[in-house]
T-cell receptor, first 119, second 113 residues
Framework: GAVVSQHPSRVICKSGTSVKIECRSL??????MFWYRQFPKKSLMLMAT?????????EQGVEKDKFLINHASLTLSTLTVTSAHPEDSSFYIC???????????????FGAGSRLTVL | GENVEQHPSTLSVQEGDSAVIKCTYS??????FPWYKQELGKRPQLIID?????GEKKDQRIAVTLNKTAKHFSLHITETQPEDSAVYFC????????????FGQGTILTVHP
């Protein structure tokens, strides 16, 4: 089945530093990847949609200069949290769309998530 | 965009009882209706889905029913077990935006042994 690898699974950083999270599709080409953020006991909120070779589309209220998304290849998308602050501490999850499911439709697969703690 | 309401926010049942979670959406163009299960600190897992040309789908102890006219769909879990305890999310969407999920608020299901 389709597998998406996301790392790091956990990261702790100091306020003001930048953190990069990687999302890789291991056995399929991901035409589109999505980035979500989830605060404790809350739902997942879509941050942005990234397509290979083009600029990401950000959801309303998400700062594109703070959350840099790069989708350089059909198997890799990265999210960089720049100048991180404690309020950026959250669970970040990627998902990738691509391949073919049993019904022939595109498969949607989630990464395992990255827990970011900013001190 | 899609407006999604999910109820109840918490649900506590005894092992063996049934659980029902309802999801109401606003976009009449939605035609794909999945339910996800998320355990603490883990990724969401697709547990069942239904398309708009079908009214009900069942997979062992779980089922999903769809009322497209009223714009709501429900998750039904029968013979609940403690391992069903998790947070459940609905995420209705249209095929043109497949994968771009607007999740419901989530329902914390607790199954007591």
């Amino acid at each position: 089945g389709a597998v998406v690898s996301q790392h790091p699974s956990r990261v702790i950083c100091k306020s003001g530093t930048s953190v990069k999270i990687e999302c890789r599709s291991l056995d399929f080409q991901a035409t589109t990847m999505f980035w979500y953020r989830q605060f404790p006991k809350k739902s997942l909120m879509l941050m942005a949609t990234s397509n290979e070779g083009s600029k990401a589309t950000y959801e309303q209220g998400v700062e594109k200069d703070k959350f840099l998304i790069n989708h350089a290849s059909l198997t890799l998308s990265t999210l960089t949290v720049t100048s991180a602050h404690p309020e950026d501490s959250s669970f970040y999850i990627c998902s990738a769309r691509g391949g073919s499911g049993r019904s022939g439709a595109n498969v949607l697969t989630f990464g395992a998530g990255s827990r970011l703690t900013v001190l | 965009g899609e407006n999604v309401e999910q109820h109840p926010s918490t649900l506590s049942v005894q092992e063996g009882d049934s659980a029902v979670i309802k999801c109401t959406y606003s976009d009449s163009a939605s035609n794909y209706f999945p339910w996800y299960k998320q355990e603490l600190g883990k990724r969401p897992q697709l547990i069942i889905d239904i398309r708009s040309n079908v009214g009900e789908k069942k997979d062992q102890r779980i089922a999903v029913t769809l009322n497209k006219t009223a714009k709501h769909f429900s998750l039904h879990i029968t013979e609940t077990q403690p391992e069903d305890s998790a947070v459940y999310f609905c995420a209705p969407q249209g095929w043109t935006s497949y994968g771009k999920l607007t999740f419901g608020q989530g329902t914390i299901l607790t199954v007591h042994p």
